[in-house]
């Protein structure tokens, strides 16, 4: 079975400081694998994800994730923490190549900006 | 383009009491997920719709929760009795048909907050 783990519920940093969060997986078959992010009260939406090529990923508000199999992780960073970053972020893993798509979410991580 | 639509946004109920959720997903998307997603935790998956059949239910507690997707479109998902244990956000997904698309991008509506008192 997969599975997800973040690692730190809550993360701090200072505005403009290196934002990086961890995520691990464990799956039986090549995964793929997402970031998403949920503001307050609202739905999650795609930060960015690995499916196969390139395993450094960039996505949107100047995030990027690298794939790394020999570490089954799947780490989310950005050079410069912004206040709008504040948020919920989730990582999740589904089966690559299998048509359920079905997606299996860590815990979350809750990044806090201090200005 | 507009977003998945899902309604009521918050539901307070007492337990053993029943409740229904809807949700509208994004046109033309052929598959819907309902997440469960209970505070301080991740989204977990409780039924996913490829049009009007069930691909995944294993996590649904079949005893208590019901879905439907009457013609592959708009979707409730049903709780009766309802239990302490169920308050939680309620979130609806679309996507584009998994099978053709299996890294596809999941769209998620607001979600509706439950409370069981």
């Known amino acids: 079975a997969q599975s997800v783990t973040q690692l730190g519920s809550h993360v701090s940093v200072s505005e403009g400081a290196l934002v990086l969060l961890r995520c691990n997986y464990s799956?039986?078959?090549?995964?793929?694998l997402f970031w998403y992010v949920q503001y307050p009260n609202q739905g999650l939406q795609l930060l960015l994800k690995?499916?196969?090529?390139?395993?450094l990923v960039k996505g949107i508000n100047g995030f990027e994730a690298e794939f790394k199999k020999s570490e089954t992780s799947f780490h989310l960073t950005k050079p410069s923490a912004h206040m709008s970053d504040a948020a919920e972020y989730f990582c999740?893993?589904?089966?690559?190549?299998?048509?359920?798509?079905?997606?299996?979410f860590g815990q979350g991580t809750r990044l806090t900006i201090n200005p | 383009e507009a977003g998945v639509a899902q309604s009521p946004r918050y539901k307070i109920i007492e337990k053993r009491q029943s409740v229904a959720f809807w949700c509208n997903p994004i046109?033309?998307?052929?598959?819907l997920y309902w997440y469960q997603q209970i505070l301080g935790q991740g989204p977990k998956l409780l039924i996913q719709?490829?049009?009007?059949?069930?691909?995944?239910d294993s996590q649904l507690p079949k005893d208590r929760f019901s879905a439907e997707r009457l013609k592959g479109v708009d979707s409730t998902l049903k709780i009766q009795p309802a239990k302490l244990e169920d308050s939680a956000v309620y979130l609806c997904?679309?996507?584009?048909?998994?099978?053709?698309?299996?890294?596809?991008?999941?769209?998620f509506g607001p979600g509706t907050r439950l409370t069981v008192t």
């Open positions: 997904a679309s996507s584009t048909q998994a099978q053709a698309n299996p890294g596809g991008e999941q769209y």
């Open positions: 799956s039986s078959v090549p995964p793929y």
């Open positions: 690995y499916t196969t090529g390139a395993t």
């Open positions: 999740a893993v589904s089966e690559g190549g299998k048509g359920a798509q079905k997606l299996v």
């Open positions: 046109s033309g998307h052929a598959t």
């Open positions: 719709f490829q049009n009007n059949g069930v691909v995944d």
